[in-house]
């Protein structure tokens, strides 16, 4: 006589559609889309915890900024960032190149739960603005970069789905949905390729409000640091609906160079050179 063995996991599914008077596809349906939760928090998670422990670091950054039409216009600007225990990482941006906006610098301390700090100065006008939350979703200098972009990735901003995984810039990848927990971010959603070997983002598309695809950043010529510490030579972000495009192409970058919660107080913007 034939037996047909249930496995233990089916027949909870099943007990557990009857007791709510659901149908069991819908328990399935349901026990899959937390499965698919709790995994694209483990890669995130996995992805931030490999992130951590660098410190400080100082790079020199070329921008490049792209019309539909790909004209071009070239900034150069230095990027100091550090890294903040039990809260968001801090950063500043000084423009050095071309004149028009050189003095000009962005100040972010990000938040994993409340909302990020961030100031624009410009010298023009000798004033420095504060970012409002409202306004996060708007272009960083002219950039196709929004002003959100520029914040630490934190795991409590976002709500995680693993999706697939397939191959991207020539390597495997996992790949994720990310929600943002913020209601004023410009984004309904965001999708990240991070490659299974070493956890480092290849691609992440930006979906607008209206789930229409935005934008697509390319991260790649990936270089190691200190034996540990991945970082993109090159980001690359494309605007598909206005035909825009923003370079981000760093030439210079170093570790461990004493910097303080000081270098990224908002007072110091008015007095940089």
């Known amino acids: 006589m034939l037996q047909h063995k249930i496995s233990r996991p089916g027949v909870l599914l099943l007990a557990a559609s009857l007791l709510l008077g659901l149908p069991a596809h819908a328990a399935t349906d349901n026990a899959d889309t937390v499965a698919s939760q709790e995994k694209g928090l483990q890669i995130a998670t996995e992805q931030k915890q490999r992130d951590s422990g660098w410190g400080d670091s100082e790079s020199k950054v070329l921008m490049i900024l792209r019309d539909a039409s790909g004209n071009e216009s070239i900034r150069r600007m230095r ?15 000084i423009f050095d190149e071309p004149r028009d906006v050189r003095g000009s610098a962005f100040l972010s301390h990000s938040h994993p739960t409340a909302e990020d700090d961030q100031w624009l100065y410009l010298p023009a006008i000798n004033r420095t603005r504060r970012i409002a939350s409202r306004n996060k979703s708007g272009p960083f200098m002219a950039s196709e970069f929004a002003y959100e972009d520029m914040a630490s990735f934190e795991l409590e901003k976002y709500h995680f789905r693993y999706l697939r995984e397939e191959e991207v810039n020539g390597v495997m990848s996992y790949v994720i949905e ?3 927990a913020d209601p004023f971010s410009g984004y309904s959603k965001t999708i990240a390729w991070v490659d299974k070997e070493h956890y480092r983002v290849q691609k992440i598309e930006f979906y607008d409000k209206k789930q229409s695809l935005l934008k697509t950043l390319v991260a790649s010529d990936y270089q190691l640091f200190q034996d540990k510490y991945w970082r993109p030579m090159l980001l690359k972000m494309h605007n598909h609906q206005t035909g825009k495009s923003t370079d981000l192409v760093v030439e210079e970058l170093q570790f461990d160079l004493g910097r303080t919660a000081a270098d990224f107080d908002v007072n110091v913007l008015e007095r940089l050179r």
């Open 79 to 93: 990027t100091l960032a550090l890294e903040v225990p039990d809260d968001g990482d801090k950063s500043l941006i």
């Open 178 to 180: 990310r929600i943002p």
